[in-house]
């Protein structure tokens, strides 16, 4: 289950991390000298533009803001420009061993090939994090199906223009970033006991 607020996932009973939360580590390192500010701001705006295109790709239609009209707009000229079928549009998953859950933003095929995309509308894509984040909603996506997903970062821009980033699949990544996560939880659990 994913609760919204507090932006948690639990699995019968079980809080489990999030995508977000495994990255931590790598989070502050790529944004440690961002004012938390900004940092907020940008969180709200990409938090909107998801609800925004959620709404268009399930509804056809959504409210939108004037300042918030050039990522949908940047969107609509991907969708116009790639033949999509989403399968999962802001979908929850969670992976069975290892214990995590993410929301994909989409899942389907891009131009008839299957794809996870994820959508950034920060002024740069930060790759490391971009690899990071893909390669472990991969993980969870391809868990109990030999799909091979291509790996995509859809950025828009508030300009109305919008990038595909491909994303290189990556293994040893998501590896790491779990064997620190659960290193660093063990601490947590000490220091709280």
């Known amino acids: 289950m994913f609760f919204d607020e507090g932006h948690r996932y639990t ?15 790598l989070s502050r390192e790529v944004y440690g000298e961002v004012r ?5 701001h ?26 918030l009209l050039p990522y949908v707009r940047a969107y609509l000229q991907f969708r116009k420009e790639h033949t999509c079928v989403w399968t999962g549009i802001e979908k929850p998953m969670h ?8 929301t994909l ?8 090939e299957p794809a996870i995309v994820d959508f950034k509308t920060s002024c740069a894509v930060q790759k490391a994090l971009a690899v990071a984040q893909l390669n472990l909603y991969r993980r969870m ?3 109990n199906t030999p799909t091979q997903y291509r790996l995509l970062i859809l950025h828009l821009r508030k300009d109305g223009t ?32």
């Open 162 to 193: 919008y990038k595909l980033i491909p994303i290189d699949r990556r293994d040893d990544v998501p590896e790491a970033l779990l064997t620190i996560h659960r290193l660093m939880e063990k601490k947590r659990r000490k220091k709280d006991a």
């Open 42 to 67: 940008a969180a709200e705006r990409g938090t909107e533009v998801h609800r925004l295109l959620e709404a268009l790709d399930k509804y056809g239609k959504a409210d939108v803001a004037d300042d």
């Open 105 to 112: 933003d989409r899942i389907g095929t891009v131009d008839g």
């Open 11 to 25: 699995l019968d009973g079980e809080e489990l991390p999030s995508v977000s939360e495994i990255c931590r580590f």
């Open 141 to 143: 996506a391809e868990q």
């Open 95 to 102: 992976h069975d061993s290892d214990r995590y859950a993410g």
């Open 36 to 40: 938390q500010y900004a940092l907020d």
